[in-house]
């Protein structure tokens, strides 16, 4: 009987642990009617890049070349990562957008001839397009003290359905595409 309370708490806790983190993960029309705030760069050397919700930490578990294609979506010690990809040889395209209150600094993975990422002249706007053919296209990338990203993905120029958008290590799905991911304070 102890043994089941104490696997009771533990679940109680863990489940605790993860609302507080999805709940950082938000729709993007929560923000639509706030003010437009003129990004800053930092004035410090250096910003710690570590206190982004749980619910977007670790590579998911469920990527790999071929799966259920979608947008693959987390953050590490590294920075931020995007993927994509899908069953099947032939080809999907897949597009979207990455918007961060602070500059990206971005890098292509495993991109192809016809793939494509554009950073916008101020470096807050990253806007992909890639042609994939089953295996991965991605990009990781880094903001500088960014205080929340919002994303948008498309396949096929529809917008992902939720459910083809997974976050971190433990799949989290956001809650609309786009959304917003907000770092905790």
């Known amino acids: 009987m102890l043994s089941h309370t104490i696997r ?3 679940i109680s806790a863990l489940l605790a642990v993860s609302a507080l983190g999805a709940a950082l993960v ?3 029309a929560t923000f639509a009617a706030e003010p437009t705030v003129t990004p800053t760069t930092p004035t410090t050397a250096a910003c710690p890049d570590t206190h982004w919700p749980a619910s977007v930490q670790g590579r998911p578990t469920n990527f790999h070349a071929g799966a259920t294609g979608g947008d693959y979506f987390w953050h590490d010690r590294n920075g931020w990562h995007l ?3 899908h069953h099947g040889k032939h080809k ?3 597009t979207g957008t ?3 209150t602070t500059p990206i600094r971005v890098s292509g993975v495993l991109l192809e001839k016809h793939d494509a990422f554009t950073l916008s002249a101020d470096k807050l706007t990253l806007t992909y397009r890639f042609n994939n053919y089953g295996h991965i296209d991605g990009l990781n990338f880094k903001t500088a003290c960014s205080q929340s990203l919002t994303l948008s993905g498309s396949k096929a120029g ?3 359905p939720v459910g083809r958008i997974w976050l971190g290590k433990h799949h989290v799905h956001p809650l609309s595409n786009p959304f917003v ?3 905790i304070s």
Request: aromatic share 4%; no cysteine; proline share 5%.
């Open 92 to 94: 999907v395209v897949f």
């Open 158 to 160: 529809v917008a992902l």
């Open 98 to 100: 990455i918007v961060s």
């Open 26 to 28: 938000v729709p993007a």
């Open 8 to 10: 009771r708490r533990s």
């Open 181 to 183: 991911v907000i770092k």
């Open 83 to 85: 993927r994509v990809t």
